[in-house]
């Protein structure tokens, strides 16, 4: 038995791309994101699926075309693993690893370094896509910076130029998208000037989950889906906006996050609960030690603040959360016994935590929830 796992739901992440084929269309290359341990959610295991529904002829309706993968060590984890779909590299590639990129078949990366292009000279013949700087100020070359890379490209013949991307910066944020606009019509500035340089690359990209829901004219022919895949809306602002703009859309989590109780104990009213005495029982009760902790990515931030749930109802957590435990006040739950099932993410019973309320009450965002959790930790495929 394991002490603690994720299980992640393949008829939920197969709904969520039929969702977003629905909205794009056919023709719209669909590129899921599984960076970052596909977002917690297991880097091999979702990319299976979103291969495996890859096909035309699939009874569920074509998947995934692309995977879009933030660094060469999740491209060379995917190939390792069989995977055959097509991959880009979005993140930043070392010069040093180039040539091991370049020697992998049908994989991508996008670049913004002068440096990056020079050192991909008189290699073979390799993909590329140029990333541009449209008001986000992350990666990503400057407008005016574009003929000096159009220069080096008309020398080298052995980079072909697939695609042009950029990104949003504050679209998940705001109920108005002004400056997600303004970065569009920039984006577009910079496809006119490549066009006058004599280059016409097939892919064009920016819609990451809450463009692709809420800006059909960011689709181009390329939409990068990261955390909608997963069935997570990006934010409660984002969901909003959909509402408000009529688009009826459901997204539905794919992770549910188990652990064991490892033990049970009564203790005595005014008894101090863990590090640093931070809890004391208001009266005789039990509590119950989970084998999860910080190190598993159950925040410290959560201690005396979270819950889980045993036999279907709420846990609260208690005392300060350890590196590998954590304590819960069961005294309202009766029968609860040793390797009882709880559930730190997800449904049991009537009740649910969501990644959303767990990202509330520590502070953060559900993409920080759900990445966070270790990569030790099994990922479980389930129907």
Request: aromatic share 8%.
């Amino acid at each position: 038995m394991e002490l603690s796992c994720v299980e992640i739901s393949e008829k939920a992440l197969i709904q969520n791309l039929r969702t977003f084929r629905k909205l794009i269309g056919k023709d719209v290359v669909l590129a899921p994101t599984v960076k970052a341990n596909a977002y917690g959610h297991g880097l091999i295991e979702c990319a299976r699926i979103f291969e495996k529904h890859a096909r035309p002829d699939d009874p569920f309706g074509r998947g995934a075309d692309y995977l879009c993968v933030n660094a060469m060590y999740e491209a060379k984890a995917l190939r390792d693993a069989g995977i055959k779909i097509p991959i880009l590299i979005i993140g930043y590639t070392p010069l040093s690893d180039l040539e091991n990129v370049v020697k992998m078949k049908d994989v991508e990366m996008i670049i913004y370094n002068i440096e990056t292009l020079q050192k991909l000279q008189g290699l073979q013949k390799f993909g590329i896509h140029l990333k541009i700087e449209t008001g986000n100020h992350r990666q990503g070359i400057r407008i005016s910076d574009i003929p000096a890379f159009a220069k080096i490209l008309k020398q080298h013949p052995n980079i072909e130029l697939k695609g042009i991307s950029t990104h949003f910066a504050n679209l998940e944020d705001r109920v108005n998208h002004q400056y997600a606009l303004y970065q569009l019509k920039e984006f577009n500035k910079a496809i006119h000037i490549l066009e006058s340089e004599g280059f016409a690359p097939h892919f064009h990209h920016c819609a990451n989950t809450a463009a692709t829901i809420l800006m059909p004219e960011a689709y181009f022919n390329f939409v990068r889906v990261g955390i909608g895949a997963y069935g997570l809306w990006p934010s409660d602002k984002t969901e909003m906006a959909a509402k408000r703009a009529g688009i009826d859309i459901t997204l539905k989590p794919a992770l549910t996050w188990k652990t064991i109780v490892a033990q049970i104990k009564d203790v005595q009213k005014d008894s101090l609960i863990g590090y640093g005495c931070t809890y004391q029982m208001p009266k005789n009760g039990r509590i119950a030690v989970l084998p999860i902790g910080y190190y598993d990515g159950f925040v410290r931030l959560l201690s005396n603040r979270g819950y889980v749930l045993i036999r279907g109802k709420k846990a609260p957590v208690i005392g300060r959360v350890c590196m590998n435990m954590v304590m819960a006040d069961i005294s309202h739950i009766p029968d609860v016994k040793l390797e009882d099932e709880v559930v730190l993410i997800g449904k049991q019973g009537k009740e649910c935590i969501t990644a959303e309320q767990m990202a509330e009450l520590s502070h953060t965002i559900n993409y920080e929830v759900t990445t966070r959790i270790n990569e030790r930790i099994p990922r479980i495929i389930k129907n």
